[in-house]
């Protein structure tokens, strides 16, 4: 005779059943009518790519929004892929390494609303198997599951990335591919899945400077070959100068922290930015950028501390370590807005299981503020009425949240005894 269910796990059955036909309805909303205003450009880059185009606009002035590469907006305007912000009519600019145009070439020969439905259904399985990775690799009973899989479905960053029509549920998925082969034995295999993500986003490179301070060399080695070898591709296939134009023009738009008026950076330089100029305008730019890198420094070098000794460590440790990265990532990177924020599905794994686990009100409370901080409030944190002032302090609630976590992170490590 079979046991009975828990009704702790059906009740959370109920409600994560009614959260995905949630999520599910609105992403064909989105296939239907949405912008999906990042996938637009990947969209176009690929067509242009096709044609022997540049897709990339380095003389684009972020703070305006004005495209100047006029075969770009001409592509656009056929393929319907402009969008509006008031009088401003235009696509975003192509952000990503080279390679990143190569997997949505495919989606070229598809019709521009047809290829916006193909790449949200290919997202939304994207999304399943990472959450499906992740909870293998961090152990994750029934009751964990579906409460992590609540949290993720009422998540702000996830709607956000899915309305955006993202690339991040594909390096979400190749990074929990990465976590899930690296704790069940599989370096290689993990290690090739850090490298395609790497090359399509070059941040995950983190967590292969991760992989030799825990000197798991296989995993190391494989990730740097792949990136290598995706990278040369992107080269021989979308050309040499488009990689130069990327690594000297477009990159260093996104090296530094936020503008005056502009508040959708959450990593700590961003804060520091928009926090420093709101509340002492007087002071330059560059001042509080510097005073952001140090910062972003000193997190790092921190986590280099708590992370000592080099070397192997117990397979209990690994993930919860591999979480830690994970937002020390979001922390220090020099641009980090709200649809990254998909990328706290690991830490979020490792803290809902600790917190169901110990039964720590304490815990309890600050994961739950940083849920709200994070997941529960919408785009008012970028209101411009907080740009000056006291208020802009009440514009750094994102980066308080990936703050909470981080210092939550470090109560999941435990004692670093090396493997045996």
Known sequence: MRGRVPVAVLALALVVAGLAARFAVRTLQTARHGDARDFAILYTGAHLFRHGAS?????????????????????????????????????????????????????????????????????????????????????????????????????????????????????????????????????????????????????????????????????????????????????????????????????????????????????????????????????????????????????????VIVLRPPGPVAPARLVPELGLVALVLLLIAPNTTINHLVFTLLPLAVLVDATLRDGSLGRAAWLALALVLIGAVDDYYQHPGLTAGPAVLLAGIKTYGLAILAALALTTLGRPVEAT
């Open 55 to 303: 897709f990339y606009e380095p003389d684009m002035v972020n703070s305006e929004g004005v495209n100047r590469n006029a075969a770009l907006v001409a592509e656009a305007r056929r393929l319907g892929t402009l969008h509006a912000h008031d009088s401003l009519v235009h696509i975003h600019q192509f952000s990503y390494p080279p390679f990143a145009v190569l997997p949505f070439v495919p989606f070229s020969a598809l019709g521009w609303r047809h290829a916006v439905g193909a790449w949200l259904a290919l997202s939304a399985a994207l999304l399943v198997a990472a959450f499906a990775w992740i909870a293998r690799a961090a152990g994750l009973g029934a009751v964990a599951a579906l409460t992590l899989a609540a949290i993720f479905l009422t998540w702000e960053p996830l709607e956000n990335s899915m309305g955006l029509g993202q690339i991040n549920q594909l390096v979400l998925a190749l990074l929990a591919l990465f976590v899930w082969a690296l704790a069940s034995g599989r370096a290689a295999l993990g290690g090739a899945a850090l490298g395609v993500a790497t090359a399509l986003r070059v941040h995950p490179a983190l967590f292969i400077g991760w992989l030799a301070w825990r000197g798991k060399w296989r995993a190391f080695g494989v990730a740097c070959l792949t990136a290598v070898a995706c990278t040369a591709l992107a080269a021989a296939t979308v050309g040499w100068a488009a990689t130069a134009e990327y690594v000297t023009r477009v990159a260093p738009q996104y090296g530094y922290g936020t503008v005056p008026g502009q508040l959708g950076n959450l990593s700590l330089t961003g804060w520091i930015v928009a926090t420093g100029h709101g509340l002492v305008p007087s002071l330059p730019l560059g001042a509080w950028r510097a005073a952001g890198a140090v910062a972003s420094l000193a997190v790092l070098a921190g986590a």
